[in-house]
């Protein structure tokens, strides 16, 4: 199954740098502030701080005045970046990169289409860098899709009684209703091409 869905995880990660960069040459930020400016819940983030730490993204200091900063320059930080840390590949379907997949028959263009998507995603992921996103002064890429009415429109059914701060990240983390029933089905998997496949661990690979 398809399935481009940036996770709250990944959400929190990119606000937490994006908090960061904003904060650059006032020193350290502890991450209960950044939580505080951010609403997201205290122990996630420091899990999601490591993590980036690990990365090299961020960097932490301690001491009475410590906290995080980040480790390199934001406008070399993008989006697409933060989020494979979080989420691993941009773009996958099921457990797969696009470009391991191998139909037959009338099927067989298909994985070009999901090839085409996952780089339609990395067009805009990995243009957009973090100090851009904290000026607001966002690239073509973006602003051209943006600016399209269509974009603002949903294409799924949506449950009129489902307003729209159900679900937004940084309250509390809970998703609206709905958002989870297909984690619960059985999902169909998609032909693999010779000698494909997840790799031993079961998470997806960093590559996309």
Known sequence: ?????????????????????????????????????????????????????????????????????????????????????????????????????????????LRDVWVAVRAYIRDVLDEVSVAEVCRGELPPVVTRQSERIDAWVPRIKVDPKQGPQLGVPGQGGRQGPGRGGASGRMLARAPIASGAGPTSTGRPEAGD
């Open 1 to 109: 199954m398809w399935e481009m869905r940036v996770s709250v995880r990944a959400d929190y990660a990119v606000r937490a740098v994006i908090e960061l960069a904003a904060a650059e040459g006032l020193g350290p930020m502890s991450a209960e502030h950044i939580g505080h400016i951010q609403g997201i819940p205290l122990k996630f983030l420091q899990n999601i701080l490591a993590e980036l730490k690990q990365e090299g993204i961020v960097a932490s200091q301690r001491g009475p005045c410590g906290g995080f900063v980040l480790a390199r320059d934001p406008n070399l930080i993008t989006l697409g970046e933060i989020i494979r840390v979080t989420d691993g590949p941009l773009a996958r379907v099921g457990d797969y990169r696009p470009d391991q997949l191998n139909y037959s028959g009338h099927t067989a263009a």
